[in-house]
């Protein structure tokens, strides 16, 4: 398996020992940036995994060249929205520890919403770690510490290892480049652990649906053209065809489909057959989630 992979290309949830080739533990950083955090953790614990998340596909691409190039077979990395990866991807109870090394604190209020830690997503953690597992994060911003805390709290999942919930001194704990650099600008740092003290009653799954490629007895191409740009709504699922680019023989769609935080855009093809039916071929791993259901039933709609 590669360092970095595309993750319909993996079993849902992901299976470690299938993954990384050994039943050692399995350790996460949500947010790897440039890849150096979880280098480090790779080649200071080979006795241990790490699998890495983080949305950006700069930091996706420095990652994995840094980690080819310190030739760990210990560690995988991905890019995806953490709360979508840990959601679909992630196991229960099969983490040992997660590492969050300076989230964004977002600290306009109006901003608040995009906030990643919150009760909901620790509480997400929680049924995503082993018993006794813990989460270690770093920030510099003493607002966004407190609220953290706070949060944590609420959900009664965790308790911290500090009595104040926080140090300002963590030994050997690897310095990121933010670390650094605010430290040379002598601000304080804080540390926060928290160990699991139960698993919650409530599950986190998506729903994945039974799609097969499907056959249009009656279709007519410009229902197609008639859908750029038109959004397809369902809750918290969107589906919205971008573009489309039609020959004879074939009509090559780009569509994107979002449900909750999991945001990807993928190319579907409808074929012309010998008999003159069109055949919708669904892409081999494709997760069909309910953004995706949605887009083939209003397709099945128009062309009946």
Not at 57 to 78: G, H, M, P, W
Not at 121 to 147: C, M, N, Q
Not at 158 to 180: C, R
Not at 232 to 259: C, G, H, P, R, V
Request: glycine fraction near 4%; aromatic fraction near 12%.
């Amino acid at each position: 398996m590669e360092i970095g992979f595309d993750w319909e290309q993996v079993e849902i949830p992901i299976n470690w020992k299938k993954l990384f080739l050994n039943n050692n533990p399995v350790d996460c950083e949500i947010g790897y940036g440039n890849g150096k955090f979880v280098t480090f953790k790779g080649r200071k614990y080979p006795e241990r995994n790490f699998f890495g998340i983080d949305y950006s596909n700069e930091s996706y691409k420095k990652s994995v060249k840094a980690l080819k190039k310190a030739k760990l077979t210990n560690v995988r990395v991905i890019r995806m929205e953490a709360r979508a990866a840990l959601t679909i991807l992630v196991p229960e109870k099969s983490l040992s520890h997660i590492y969050i090394n300076f989230p964004d604190p977002w600290p306009k209020k109006k901003h608040g919403k995009n906030r990643l830690l919150d009760k909901e997503f620790f509480t997400l953690i929680a049924t995503r770690t082993k018993k006794g597992g813990e989460i270690i994060i770093v920030t510099d911003d003493p607002f966004y510490r407190d609220l953290l805390l706070e949060e944590m709290e609420s959900t009664h999942l965790w308790k911290s290892l500090f009595q104040k919930g926080y140090t300002d001194e963590l030994s050997d704990y690897y310095q990121t480049k933010y670390e650094k650099k605010w430290r040379k600008l002598s601000k304080d740092i804080y540390y926060m652990i928290f160990q699991k003290k139960r698993t919650p009653d409530k599950e986190f799954r998506m729903k994945e649906y039974p799609i097969g490629d499907i056959v249009f007895s009656i279709f007519d191409p410009s229902v197609i053209k008639n859908m750029v740009e038109k959004t397809i709504k369902d809750e918290d699922s969107i589906a919205k065809l971008l573009k489309m680019d039609k020959t004879d023989k074939d009509i090559k769609m780009n569509i994107l489909l979002k449900d909750g935080t999991l945001l990807r855009k993928r190319t579907l093809h409808l074929e012309k057959r010998k008999d003159n039916k069109w055949k919708l071929r669904i892409p081999e791993n494709l997760f069909c989630t309910r953004s995706f259901k949605i887009f083939t039933d209003k397709l099945k709609t128009l062309c009946k």
